[in-house]
């Protein structure tokens, strides 16, 4: 009889355990890991001091002083079982983008590489309903799954060090909006007036883990029409 | 207004024991990088472990007083400490007059002294910490490290006090301690093995987001790529390349690399102060005795005030005496004695 390897607990040093619900990128084990984070903080397990939803796995920071590991694996894994939904409706953002030209100086070269008009790959784009699996690597920064495959491109072999705020792009099979300026080793698509990062707003992150988002294409003339009331363009879905 | 003016900021930032709660965000939570230094230099100053301090690295650095007298206590990391030409020492509170010049001399051994001062600094938390997140835009009194001509806000001293001093004993030459995982199971067991046999050296392009070591190339038995993962301080990921990247203060809160083992809570300091070119082996231990080490370590932190001692003045120290004005210091305590 074999052991379901799924879920598991994986020690990170004496102050955090990592749980994981598998070691790929999938709607289903992403949503486990987020049903997950809602139960912990339901719960309020003494010791448990942060969580960190990923792709496939919720990072818990603990104090060793508190609660022991042996307890909290214990603990995560009764929870991890109970598959409890949040009862948050999932969000489904739709983002104003200008493509090509300055504001996406890969949008050719994608098309190029595809074999597909540069307006087809813009429509591919348009098309699809992302899900926001994790944020990280910046502040504010969502990594988008649900990509078509059909207009997917291997990152850059060299990034580059400047992108711009808003920068929409993609990155193999992922998509991204840029949260705050610096490095970029994907293909930049695009740009939005939208700012999924600020600093001082409430709230700071505009888009996350379990959140849908669409893109739609603006011309560079509306841009000053969609900027600064991006916030509006939240539409809520009862999951 | 009273602080210290920045003149030269070597490689200086100020920190707490870091921000958290925004992880999930992408924020990195920054903080000290050697938080039993940073405690040591509170305590000294009979405040919290956590009150933010300047942390200097290890590059020469000087600061002046303005606008009154402040109470200074520097921990971490030795080097020269000049109040204004006269030597001070490490571990030890300093009544420091204005327009004194404080430098300190490139470190010794260790990489990060703390520069704490009595109250604190005087800044604003922002999402409960005054530690520096550059990519977030965060930190109090600046977004970003020091530099030239910044003000960091302090508390005038309280001039009634004796000094004070605390006798540490010399961190043990012993090998940084790790809990193998979360992925292991990605190195062949000769790896692991080779990861734990090797004398490594930590590389001159570390800083405080990793410490990168060189030494043998590690081989990853299932490719180098995982589903990025969240990374937590400590965290030793090994690059493509096979070069371990012990992941620190300003480390990204996800990433894609395997990681072989974690350094125990009460070794990151330890090995945060290992300098560049400093060679460090590693030892591996259960998460049990990991346990049990960081609740005996949580004990010696707590510990730490009821180990500081006033300090007598002796004849050697009669020049700074003279010059921290003492005469007028007594009648201002008087005056405090008088509205109690």
Known sequence: MSVPKYPRVLPCGDAAITVEFGDIIDDEVNARVLALDVALSEVRLPGVTETVPTYRSLLVHYDPIVIGFDELKARALALAGERRRSNRPTRRWRIPVVYGAEYGIDLEFIANNVGLSVDEVVAFHCAGTYRVFMLGFMPGFAYLGGLDPLIAMPRRREPRQNAPPGTVSIGGIQAAVQSVPGPSGWHWIGRTPLRVYARDREPMCLLEPGDHVQFFAISAEEWDTYAGRCEQFVEYEVA | ?340
């Open chain 2, 1 to 340: 207004m009273i602080g210290l003016r920045v003149i030269d900021p070597g490689y200086m930032s100020v920190q707490d024991a870091g921000r958290f709660g925004a992880q999930r965000y992408g924020l990195s939570p920054a903080g000290a990088m050697d938080l039993f230094s940073l405690a040591v230099a509170n305590a000294l100053l009979r405040q919290k472990a956590a009150s933010a301090a300047v942390e200097i690295g290890p590059f020469p650095a000087t600061l002046s007083v303005v606008g009154g007298p402040v109470r200074l206590a520097l921990a971490g990391a030795d080097r020269k400490i000049l109040i204004d030409g006269d030597e001070a020492k490490l571990n030890t509170t300093l009544l420091v007059q204005e327009g004194t010049k404080v430098s300190l001399g490139a470190t010794r051994l260790g990489m990060f002294s703390y520069l704490a001062s009595e109250g604190g600094i005087d800044a604003p938390a922002q999402l409960g910490s005054l530690s520096v997140e550059v990519r977030a835009s965060f930190g109090s009194p600046y977004p970003r490290p020091l530099r030239e001509g910044d003000f960091i806000p302090l508390h005038a001293a309280s001039l009634a006090h004796a000094e004070q001093y605390i006798a540490l004993e010399a961190p043990p030459h012993a090998p940084i301690r790790v809990v193998l995982g979360p992925q292991d199971d990605y190195f062949y067991k000769e790896t692991i093995e080779s990861f734990l046999r090797c004398r490594w050296t930590v590389s001159p392009t570390s800083n405080r987001m990793s410490y990168r070591l060189d030494g043998e190339a590690l081989a990853h038995a299932k490719g180098y790529n995982i589903v990025s993962d969240g990374i937590v301080m400590g965290h030793i990921q090994v690059s493509g390349a096979g070069q371990p990247l012990v992941m620190l203060a300003d480390r990204g809160t996800t990433g894609g690399y395997p990681k072989i083992a974690t350094i125990i809570t009460a070794d990151l300091g330890r090995f945060a102060q290992i300098p560049i070119g400093g060679g460090v082996t590693f030892e591996k231990v259960s998460v049990d005795e990991a346990q049990r080490v960081a609740r005996e370590f949580s004990r010696e932190m707590q510990a730490l005030p009821s180990r500081v001692r006033t300090q007598n003045a002796t004849i050697s120290d009669s020049k700074l005496l003279l010059r921290l004005n003492l005469a007028g210091d007594a009648v201002d305590a008087l005056a405090d004695a008088a509205e109690q």
